[in-house]
């Protein structure tokens, strides 16, 4: 797709030396700008800019409510943001540049707007490897960058699935083809006794309980909210949605449906599927991870009506896969 034009959106590979360029001036401008980060694609926009962050949220038609994450190159950048604890300070060391976000409190003079924050004195900070990495290095600015999709609807993996759903709204596409892990970050909050994972991902609880130095009993998800502003993304409980239903732990399959299985599980009645694809045949929950929304977005492509969903293990990573697939079959 480089140097394609899909609707309004300039598509540019990311090895092409004019892609940071380019990107950079845009979104110094206040423009928004669609690019690769490892996780999912993000629709990025300067955190600091008012104008930027409220067209992240017309763009997406996103939720007032649900904040957004500020990425930056690294820990002293996010210092200038934001307030480090020790057991942050400790996360942020073990993983960055890399899938975890940290919530923490706002610095008295920290310029990020308050609306990326849902009006709350804390941010979810990242630093992501990459090509945006060097493109916040080069700004030296950090960038609000939510998955770059339309508010509840399956993530992007691809500068394709941007293209498709958010392609005429921007200026540039970044392209650096599938994302190598392919699920959002794991989001944590410290607490003086502990940390709260709250939205799960790809790094586990008990490697944030070894890196932060406390024990894994001291690590676990809190309690849901009342309903009001929430302190990171991830936290609603209908997202990650495609347009057809989703049925989870499916045990059979139904004349008319679409299986997505794991490990080659041979479900009662497949022989009947309109289409069947596998997370990951030989049972590799990496690989399930980094296929699951790029094989969301072909099974809704069939236009069935349901989805059936063969059973996902409920350890390490695949806490994640689990978290993001209940979320996507729940009520909308």
Same mark, same amino acid.
């Given at each position: ?37 490892? *996780? ?28 957004? &994450? ?30 975890? *976000? ?19 004195? *804390? ?12 493109? &916040? ?38 392209? #650096? ?11 944590? =909050?410290? =607490?003086?006794?502990?940390?709260? &994972? ?48 989703? =049925?989870?732990?499916? =045990? ?22 309109? #289409? ?12 399930? #991870? ?43």
């Amino acid at each position: 797709m480089s140097g394609a034009e899909t609707g309004r959106a300039r598509v540019l590979d990311a090895a092409d030396p004019a892609a940071l360029t380019e990107a950079a001036a845009l979104l110094a401008s206040g423009q928004l700008v669609a690019l690769p980060t490892e *996780t999912v694609y993000g629709l990025g926009g300067v955190s600091t800019m008012p104008e930027a962050i409220a067209r992240i949220y017309a763009v997406k038609r996103r939720p007032a409510r649900n904040p957004l &994450i500020s990425h930056v190159a690294d820990i002293d950048m996010a210092a200038r943001y934001v307030r480090f604890d020790r057991f942050s300070l400790r996360l942020a060391q073990a993983f960055w540049p890399g899938p975890l *976000t940290l919530v923490l409190p706002l610095r008295e003079d920290s310029a990020i707007d308050r609306m990326s924050t849902a009006g709350g004195t *804390t941010a979810a900070i990242r630093a992501p490897r990459g090509f945006a990495q060097r493109l &916040i290095a080069r700004l030296d600015l950090p960038l609000a960058m939510p998955s770059a999709n339309s508010s509840g609807r399956i993530s992007p993996t691809s500068a394709r699935h941007v293209a498709e759903d958010l392609g005429p709204e921007l200026p540039l596409i970044i392209d #650096a083809g599938p994302t190598e892990i392919g699920l959002e970050s794991t989001v944590v =909050r410290a =607490r003086a006794d502990g940390i709260d &994972i709250l939205r799960a991902g790809v790094i586990t609880a008990d490697q944030i309980a070894m890196a932060a130095g406390v024990g894994l009993a001291d690590v676990g998800t809190p309690a849901a909210g009342d309903g009001g502003a929430l302190p990171s993304p991830g936290m609603l409980g209908s997202h990650y949605a495609p347009h057809a239903l989703l =049925r989870l732990d499916a =045990r059979e399959v139904a004349p008319g449906e679409v299986l997505i299985t794991f490990a080659g599980q041979v479900l009662p009645g497949q022989e009947d599927a309109v #289409a069947i694809f596998d997370l990951s045949p030989s049972g590799d929950l990496a690989e399930a #991870a980094r296929r699951l929304f790029a094989l969301l977005h072909q099974a809704d492509a069939t236009g069935v009506g349901m989805i059936a969903m063969a059973p996902i293990p409920d350890h390490g990573i695949g806490l994640a896969i689990r978290d993001r697939l209940t979320r996507a079959a729940a009520p909308r």
